[in-house]
């Protein structure tokens, strides 16, 4: 069989007769029209997708924005640098904060690190299970109120079985933002304090008006209800200021140094 591509000088025949082939035929006996043997023209100048190496072709060793490389995951760290692999899942292991937890996700890992106050917790992990954990304390209010109290217990319960690892994943939240755990007694402090200085001046307070009325308008008795009033303000002050403490720490940015809580 005779390659119709394999340009004989001897036996080809030119359209016009002419044997031997063209004047400007190449010292090897290839038509002009052929590029040399092993190289491969393109006349469009695209990249040669054959060739894994070529600018703009295909390489199977590509790594996306997301950190992933060859069908594995790197897990998203805020600082840009990985924290862990998993092939298939988004999800980082338990001891590392999850940035860009969902709802269920954090609902989940929430029971799972029951009472552990070492590693990290991310903002959404903190925020989706506080959003959560309001729901259903309120949902329960509700069911409580619609019984008569019948099921009052389980709001009871909810906020018992929650108050230790609700402690742990305010701990983990302030060591994602490189600060000590036992900042997270400072807004429970305040709000305790708070509360002790409200129930004081309301009893300052309703003891001064009440012997107020009772001497005929006495200075001392004025004086101590109005002490009283004072101190119930300073009160919700401070009280306010627990809340306004501890919505500043827990929404605190991610920082890398605070890698240095995680357990060895």
Known sequence: MTNPFTHDPAGFTEPDGNAGGNAGDNANGMPPSYPPHGTQTNPYG?????N???????NTNRTYQDGSRGGSRTEYDPNGAGTGTRAGTNAPPLHQPYYGCPPQEAFVR?????????????RSEYWWWTLIAFGIALALRFLANATDG????????WALGTLVPGFAIAIRRLHD??????????????GFGGAII?????ASALSGAIGALGSGGSGGHVAAGVGGGIAFL?????????VVVNIVLMLAPSRPEGARFDAV
């Open 46 to 50: 695209i990249p040669n997708y054959s």
């Open 52 to 58: 894994p190496n070529d600018s703009g072709g295909f």
């Open 110 to 122: 929430f029971f799972k690190k029951y009472v552990t106050v070492s590693g990290r917790a991310s």
């Open 150 to 157: 019948a099921l009052g217990i389980l709001g009871t319960i």
């Open 177 to 190: 933002s490189n600060r000590p755990g036992w900042l997270v007694v400072t807004p429970y402090a305040l």
């Open 198 to 202: 409200i129930l004081i001046g309301a």
């Open 234 to 242: 300073v009160g919700i002050v401070v009280a306010l200021a627990g």
